[in-house]
């Protein structure tokens, strides 16, 4: 099956750090670019990174350059999201998805709930 695994959520408190991680199936990062999205209560999908394996270049938007990081470990097939500095406003349910900035696979959401 093709497929993308999410995990790594929690709840932590504001200035902390999370990593996210994105473990792929049926196809390779290799191949796409990926990123991380993110939907907060009340709000529409967002994204918040990109990276393509192909040159490396990555994309953060605004309000998270500086905290997280993406990067891939194109031997585990698997996609990463560091995240530090976390700010209460970073809470959302957060997606890996293949295909960057315009997903054609995406994962079930993990919860990153971050306290104040």
């Known amino acids: 099956d093709v497929q993308l695994q999410a995990s790594g959520g929690g709840l932590v408190q504001a200035g902390g750090s999370l990593r996210l991680s994105c473990a792929a199936s049926?196809?390779?990062?290799?191949?796409?670019?990926s990123g991380w999205f993110r939907q907060a209560p009340g709000k529409e999908r967002e994204g918040v990174s990109c990276?393509?394996?192909?040159?490396?270049?990555?994309y953060y938007t605004d309000s998270v350059k500086g905290r997280f990081t993406i990067s891939s470990d194109n031997a585990k097939n698997t996609l990463y999201l560091q995240m530090n500095s976390l700010k209460p406003e970073d809470t959302a349910v957060y997606y890996c998805?293949?295909?960057?900035?315009?997903?054609?696979?995406w994962g079930k959401g993990t919860l990153v709930t971050v306290s104040s």
């Open positions: 990276i393509s394996t192909i040159d490396g270049m990555t």
């Open positions: 998805a293949r295909g960057c900035p315009s997903p054609d696979l």
């Open positions: 049926g196809f390779t990062f290799d191949d796409y670019a």
